[in-house]
């Protein structure tokens, strides 16, 4: 019920509005307080919204920017919201089978693409950068805690971070 929409941080709200003889979905996050507002929050926020367009099946999801968010500049905010996306959109799935039977659907939809919209883009680009190699490096520690047993035990592991970490010699 959208007259039940607080801005209450992480809670949402969605729509669709028809505009130019389309239609567009519309999800709304709530920001909560600015003033309590942290760097791990907004990225919380950019999680929330790629879990959102993934249960709502949107092919496409904006994020618009338009202002500063607390203590954070334009930047930092679309920089952080993008963070906080990648992140949100990691799955381990090297174990499940790529192709599914016939009539079922694939079970896991994705996102296919992601657009940080504002006024900052170049300077939130070179931000994320950053964020970008803290992210992967999550998805690396993320794919050795899933990894079975069988295949990830102390001599593969060692082998393993040695192949990883090689390019830094």
Request: charged share 25%; with cysteine; net charge negative.
């Amino acid at each position: 019920n959208h007259s039940k929409f607080k801005a209450k941080f992480g809670e949402t709200c969605s729509f669709t509005v028809i505009y130019g003889g389309s239609y567009k979905n519309i999800i709304l996050i709530g920001t909560g307080k600015e003033t309590e507002l942290k760097s791990f929050k907004i990225e919380q926020l950019g999680g929330k919204a790629i879990c959102v367009a993934k249960a709502k099946k949107f092919a496409h999801l904006s994020i618009l920017v338009s202002r500063t968010l607390g203590n954070y500049s334009e930047e930092e905010v679309m920089a952080l919201l993008a963070s906080g996306a990648m992140l949100g959109s990691y799955k381990f799935d090297k174990y499940f089978s790529t192709s599914s039977q016939e009539g079922q659907e694939d079970k896991e939809f994705v996102i296919e693409s992601l657009l940080i919209v504002g006024q900052s883009a170049k300077a939130a680009q070179s931000l994320f950068e950053e964020k970008k190699i803290l992210a992967e490096s999550v998805y690396f520690a993320r794919d050795l805690v899933s990894e079975a047993p069988n295949v990830l035990y102390p001599e593969s592991y060692a082998e393993l971070i040695a192949k990883e970490f090689e390019t830094l010699d």
